[in-house]
């Protein structure tokens, strides 16, 4: 009896194992690659987050995309132009088809926007100064303004465009919503205008997509592989391994420690630029006593010369030198490289000088130094408590005693972020999400209150700072504004409201058959990629 | 059948066989020493345990450095190879980490607050187990089922979830500034508490069976007292799978702790435990600097290995039964 | 008999339902994740109405009421990282643990019993210490270096074994499987194998120490005074009488593989409920992390009972006495 039992089985896994490993008939390119974490979501609506937007947009377009060097450049709008202070007019392309044969209109758009501006999608800020879009004809529609809006092309990089009579047929014309206990159709199906098409997906595990042969880009920019397999791998080390061993083409983030071991593999390429991101630390600068610290009865960090004392004891030459690797780029400015505003003139750091530093202290009142509570994250950043190990031992050569709380983002970000704003001393990242120094300051530096300053969690304020970014935001003159956004900058950087640390190094890392672009916003586009 | 135990009469004169005179001298005389001589395996791992502990102990005397003070660490010589390859200095016998620290002073004070730690949780984790595991497995009924039910609720968290509710609670209900200082203690009653199951089901077990077996119900009969019978007759005979549990357990509660600290409970990265030295040098391993966590594994292990030899013979060498 | 399962089935609800309760107290703790949710340009007004909407800003009782309300109807609601409900990630991921769980169980018991029967009767053997020094070797190292280590050799510079995931899976109904190919085994070794270290050690520890001990008793010396064979001696009454223990303890470690999974599954990216739920804990999932630690509490409830069960099973003295309790 059981003999029989196990010889039916032997049989069953025989027949079913030759089903799974039969031969594949023609010889597709397939690219194999991994990243940190998953697209959470098909929908490309679903969160403003840079990795589910780009991995979306391989399936999604949006009105105006980005080339492989960042610049604007038509996507599904060919043209647009103000056509008055508060009207952007956008000449839409004609033939283009949705993956299921639906032909792209004018309702599209006026439909995509009212379903990024409702509850369930996460990307209403960036369309945030748009009153209205009103469709001219099939093909030209006018996004009308609150106010002069300069930057609105830039935005609407990120507004993907989904098919009107899609999200009607599948009761899907609001993003998900969690309160609901329905899944939306749209976040385990897509139906875009782009260059692949999802053909497999288990969420978390991996996404399958297809070349898409319908593809209105084509003729100019034909698409080199077949079929792309993304797996999710969240343990830096097994992602790395597995690019070693051969079971990957391709994979992001890769670890500064890892990276030389990578370069020197045969075979392993390794693709690097500056990213978007500033690394920075932080002070409260607002309590009359600190939470977390030694100094009663008042907040040192008031002090100017208290948070310079900080700034020049920390030898950020040797954290982007020996923590990073080298894959930092030291900065004195809240914004770097490839961000609208930044000026290699402005940045030039104030020297590293512990000397210096502990003089400033005692003159600030603080001989023997203090301690302070310091707040940090450790899967966030590339390498963030490594940065925050290093930057407690240098303070402690002035005197200060950093008590050092490494914590996952979640219990961090709720520490810190509002509305609790609790830290007297912390490190964070910022990415402007519009590639403008304008949004780094209305965040971080703006006063806060309520509206701007969000991610102002140490509550500095400088009233020059607010005329300024009021008057940016609505300048319309290039040369005008970027004037006054260094103004801003300058003031920033002097005032130090903030001591910015670097700007991380985007490295992807891939076998040297793939060609690739990498861009600074850390956006991977499949449809640059060719294999030889 | 708490019938059974309790009507016997308070004033019945104890039953028990007046204790051969020196009987622990003359264990520790003979048959200890003997058995220890006996066994090279043994009187190894006592060394190997010795010396780790002693460096543990002495860790501010011996270590070249002293890696908690961080005025003392620079960056500029994070991740310098052992001594003996290219690149390294004497310096730094085994090395630095990714900070600058000197491996082997990080391992020697790492490894007292992994002790610390360890065994502090280990040991009350035994005890709180190994009492609710005889209670509940001599008085049975219901007072078994309400300790065995709450040991089911237990099992359902992991350790990490359990020292976050510890930890989370700590912080809220402690003024900050203490915070730091009591962060070991956290993390021993975070550990602790994920751990006494084991023991606690492990002993009801045994009870189970032995609390039938003859010995005990002549105990019974003659009158012992409950606790007596318990503590002095069921407990030696129960002991054994206790005894592999505690041992095996310490490696565990090391590792837990190194766990631990990721989710930013218990101790600061800047004071890293034996067990944070080898989870942080993991992320190195694939690129090649190997020393940071490999060190630190071949000490643990040793560590381990000893303690548990030791185990071993100190159950076989005190069990009644096998004498 | 059926008293004692019934009763025992009660218990178990009260159990499930103290386990959901501190779980939401516990909630509180594990971070914010309204942070995670939302775009970094979400206004403060869209996060209160957010936190609003799911009822965060609720009191834990409140919260709880709610979960046991929705569960009791098998809703456990939507996951707040994926958007889908938590009751079908569940089953998606369980597949893989329950796999990885019972391969490495199988080889935990399969390895641990006989090498523990083994180091019990030839305790002086060079062989015997060799087993128990190297597997105390393979436990003394924390799960996420050894598994780093095996990855490191199999798959990086020898390139034999997949270095992540399930390899191809087979879809039988909603269960996936990773047994019935090739390529499926060849992704389980590595993870089985790290996973399978430690409770192969206390297994074998725990069998030997037992065998030495009953070895001793008199009971064993008059079957052997019996004239019974050595192996009749050592299999048919030494064995038996060594599994209390070691019942109990594998029964939990049962479980335990489950829990422990976590860090192996996260080392090698195993899709199964262990990444799931630390990720959960990262992201402050909070639907999801309930609905796991309910469903791991109900995995420890059935392996209790049914380790229980199997006491009796192995050891008729134990019969009476519990038939006697339940009764009583």
């Known amino acids: ?532 | 059948m708490a019938d059974l135990v309790s009507p016997i009469p308070a004033a019945s004169p104890p039953a028990n066989p007046p204790t051969p005179p020196g009987r622990a001298r003359r264990f520790f005389d003979s048959d200890i020493l003997y058995s220890f001589r006996r066994s090279p395996v043994t009187v190894a791992a006592a060394v190997v345990a010795a010396l780790i502990i002693f460096g543990a102990l002495a860790a501010p005397l011996v270590a070249p450095h002293n890696p908690y003070d961080l005025a003392s660490v620079s960056l500029m010589d994070a991740t310098d190879p052992p001594a003996w390859l290219d690149g390294g200095n004497w310096d730094y016998p085994l090395g630095t980490d990714n900070l600058g620290r000197d491996v082997l002073s990080t391992m020697l004070y790492g490894t007292r607050l992994s002790l610390t730690v360890g065994v502090s949780a280990v040991m009350a984790a035994m005890l709180l187990g190994v009492a609710l595991g005889l209670v509940a497995g001599w008085r049975g009924g219901f007072t078994e089922t309400i300790i065995m039910r709450v040991a089911d609720v237990q099992l359902s968290f992991p350790a990490i979830l359990i020292a976050l509710l510890i930890d989370g609670a700590a912080r809220g209900i402690l003024p900050r500034d203490v915070q730091a200082e009591i962060a070991v203690y956290v993390l021993i009653v975070a550990i602790a508490s994920s751990h006494w199951v084991y023991f606690a089901r492990t002993v009801r077990g045994s009870v189970l069976v032995e609390r039938n077996k003859e010995y005990i119900q002549a105990a019974r009969v003659i009158g012992v007292r409950p606790w007596r019978i318990v503590v002095g007759h069921l407990l030696p005979n129960v002991i054994g799978p206790v005894l592999v549990l505690a041992t095996i357990n310490l490696a565990v509660a090391i590792v837990t702790e190194a766990t631990l600290s990721f989710l930013g409970v218990g101790l600061p990265p800047t004071e890293p435990s034996l067990g944070t030295l080898i989870r942080v040098g993991n992320d190195y391993l694939m690129s090649g600097d190997w020393w940071i966590s490999i060190f630190p594994g071949i000490w643990l292990a040793l560590l381990i290995l000893s303690v548990n030899l030791l185990g071993d013979w100190l159950r076989d060498a005190f069990n009644p039964k096998l004498r | 008999m059926t008293a004692f399962v019934i009763r025992r089935v009660f218990q178990s609800v009260l159990v499930l339902l103290a386990v959901a309760l501190i779980a939401f107290a516990l909630f509180n703790y594990v971070g914010d994740p309204i942070n995670n949710m939302v775009g970094q340009d979400t206004t403060p007004a869209e996060r209160v109405q957010l936190r609003h909407e799911l009822g965060l800003d609720q009191s834990f009782i409140v919260q709880f009421a709610r979960f046991v309300g929705h569960a009791a109807q098998g809703n456990f609601g939507l996951s707040y990282q994926q958007a889908r409900p938590v009751g079908q990630i569940i089953l998606e991921k369980a597949p893989a643990t329950l796999e990885l769980s019972f391969v490495a169980a199988m080889i935990a018991l399969l390895l641990g019993v006989p090498m523990g029967i083994y180091t019990g009767l030839h305790r002086r053997s060079l062989v015997s210490q060799a087993m128990l020094t190297g597997s105390l070797i393979g436990i003394s190292l924390p799960t996420f270096l050894i598994g780093i280590l095996l990855i490191l050799i199999f798959a990086v510079v020898l390139g034999w074994l997949p270095s992540f995931g399930r390899g191809p899976v087979v879809h039988i109904g909603w269960w996936s499987t990773g047994l019935l190919t090739a390529g499926g085994w060849r992704a389980i070794i590595l993870p089985a194998i790290t996973l399978a270290l430690f409770q192969m050690t206390l297994i074998m520890r725990l069998v030997r120490a037992e065998m030495i001990e009953v070895l001793r008793t008199d009971y064993i010396k008059f079957a052997r005074a019996r004239g019974l064979s050595n192996r009749a001696v050592h299999f048919g009454h030494a064995l038996k009488n060594t599994l209390v223990p070691v019942i109990t303890v594998t029964g939990i470690q049962l479980g335990a593989v489950i829990a422990f999974a976590v860090v192996t599954e996260t080392v090698f990216q195993w899709p199964g409920m262990g990444l799931m739920f630390i990720q959960a804990v990262t992201f402050a999932d909070i639907p999801v992390m309930a609905a796991y630690l309910v469903l791991v509490g109900a995995f420890f409830v059935v392996i209790n009972l049914v380790v229980d069960l199997l006491y009796y099973v192995v050891d008729p003295r134990l019969r009476i006495e519990r038939e006697h309790t339940a009764g009583g």
């Open chain 1, 1 to 532: 009896m059981a003999t029989r039992v196990l010889r039916l089985v032997l049989a069953a896994w025989a027949l079913v194992a030759l089903a799974v490993v039969a031969p594949r008939g023609a010889e597709a390119k397939i690219f194999r690659w991994a990243n940190d974490g998953d697209s959470n979501s098909m929908d490309p609506y679903a969160r403003e987050e840079t990795f589910l937007l780009s991995f979306d947009s391989n399936m999604y377009e949006p009105l105006i995309r980005r080339n492989a060097k960042m610049e604007l450049e038509p996507g599904l709008a060919t043209e647009w132009k103000q056509t008055d202070p508060t009207t952007w007019r956008f000449t839409l392309r004609q033939g283009v088809k949705f993956h299921d044969g639906t032909p792209f209109t004018a309702d599209d758009v006026v439909f995509s926007y009212d379903r990024a501006t409702h509850p369930g999608s996460n990307l209403s800020s960036p369309l945030s100064t748009v009153k209205e879009v009103r469709k001219i004809d099939d093909f030209t529609v006018d996004f009308i303004t609150n106010g002069p809006d300069p930057i609105l092309p830039m935005n609407l990089t990120v507004i993907d465009i989904m098919s009107k009579k899609w999200c009607e047929e599948h009761n899907t014309t609001r993003a998900a919503d969690l309160t609901k206990n329905e899944e939306s159709y749209a976040t385990r199906h897509e139906n875009g205008t782009g260059p692949f098409m999802l053909k497999d997906r288990e969420p978390d595990v991996r996404t399958v997509l297809v070349k898409n042969p319908n593809w209105w880009g084509l003729k100019d920019e034909p698409i080199d592989i077949d079929e792309a397999d993304f797996s999710r791998i969240a343990n830096a080390s097994t992602r790395v391994a597995a690019l070693l061993s051969g079971e990957l083409d391709m994979v992001y983030t890769v670890p500064p420690q890892d990276i030389s071991r990578i370069a020197g593999t045969p075979h392993m390429k390794v693709w690097k630029t500056p990213e978007l991101r500033t690394i920075f630390l932080g002070f409260d600068q607002s309590r009359p006593e600190l939470l977390e610290s030694s100094v009663k009865g008042k907040n040192p960090f008031k002090d100017k010369r208290v948070r310079q004392a900080f700034y020049q004891a920390i030898d950020e030459s040797a954290i982007a030198a020996k923590v990073m690797n080298n894959y930092a780029h030291p900065t004195a400015l809240m914004v770097g490289p490839g961000v609208n505003g930044y000026d290699t003139a402005l940045d030039k750091r104030f020297p590293y000088d512990p000397a210096a530093a502990k003089k400033l202290l005692a003159e600030a009142g603080y001989p023997d130094g203090f301690s302070v509570g310091f707040d940090c994250p450790n899967d966030r950043y590339v390498d963030d408590e490594a940065i925050c190990q290093a930057v407690t031992a240098m303070l402690a050569k002035i005197g200060i005693k950093a008590n050092l709380l490494a914590q996952t983002r979640a219990k961090f970000f709720g520490k810190i972020n509002a509305p609790r704003y609790e830290t007297s001393f912390y490190m964070l990242g910022w990415t402007p999400a519009t590639y403008d120094a304008l949004n780094s300051l209305k965040n971080l530096v703006q006063t806060r209150d309520g509206k701007d300053g969000v991610f102002n969690t140490g509550s500095y304020s400088n009233p020059k700072i607010d005329a300024l970014d009021k008057q940016i935001g609505v300048e319309l003159d290039k040369g005008k504004r970027d004037d006054l956004l260094h103004q801003a900058l300058t003031l920033t950087r002097d005032d130090f409201a903030y001591i910015p640390l670097h700007q991380q190094v985007v490295v992807w890392a891939t076998d040297d058959k793939v060609d690739l672009a990498i861009t600074g916003d850390n956006y991977f586009q499949l449809r640059f990629v060719k294999m030889k």
